[in-house]
């Protein structure tokens, strides 16, 4: 005979309510480790601001050559960015206006993606690099580059920009989407 007290809904009920605190319990960890991760990354590219800019070599996708040496006497922005990364979308935006704005004479706008050391495959680079038709400079970045700035372990973490004085000291170390008066400012 059943029990008048217990319906037989009452292991499906719950069931739901620990799917229900399971869920919760998962969204809660995403988010707390996706802030963590940032606040982790924040903190080591604010560990730049007033140090040198790492030494470094790389092409650009036209073939040009990029050096530490041959950027100084001017504010650098290095843009870090990838595909897929919908802050790097907005923020692109932004960095084209920059571009547009600054005089090139005393401002070089470098744009840096990380796809390479993602682990993103070369058709996916190529169509953002395509459908955005940037018209900056961009640096195709290997770990070892992105190492010298915050760690390549941390390439995922996008968009992130340096601003560099004219005398190579990397004045600004800005994680996550930029607005265009904090890039002025910035590049002043």
């Not at 190529?126 to 070892?144: K, S």
């Not at 372990?153 to 008066?181: C, E, F, K, M, S």
Request: glycine residues 6%; hydrophobic residues 35%; positive net charge.
């Amino acid at each position: 005979m059943q029990d008048p007290e217990r319906t037989p809904d009452a292991p499906r009920s719950s069931r739901g309510k620990t799917v229900i605190v399971a869920f919760a319990v998962l969204v809660v960890l995403y988010f707390g480790i996706t802030n963590g991760i940032r606040w982790y990354v924040s903190s080591q590219i604010h560990k730049s601001e007033g140090v040198p800019m790492p030494e470094f070599e790389l092409k650009d996708l036209k073939g040009q050559t990029w050096t530490t040496a041959n950027l100084r006497g001017k504010t650098t922005v290095l843009n870090f960015f990838r595909s897929r990364c919908p802050n790097c979308l907005k923020e692109r935006d932004v960095i084209r206006q920059l571009h547009r704005d600054v005089d090139p004479s005393k401002v070089q706008i470098i744009g840096v993606m990380t796809d390479k050391v993602v682990g993103y495959g070369a058709d996916v680079m190529e169509r953002t690099l395509e459908r955005f038709d940037y018209q900056h400079p961009i640096l195709m970045a290997d770990r070892q580059f992105i190492d010298a700035f915050h760690g390549a372990g941390w390439a995922h973490v996008t968009p992130i920009t340096y601003v560099v004085d004219a005398q190579g000291r990397i004045t600004h170390a800005l994680r996550g989407h930029q607005t265009l008066d904090t890039l002025r400012s910035a590049t002043r």
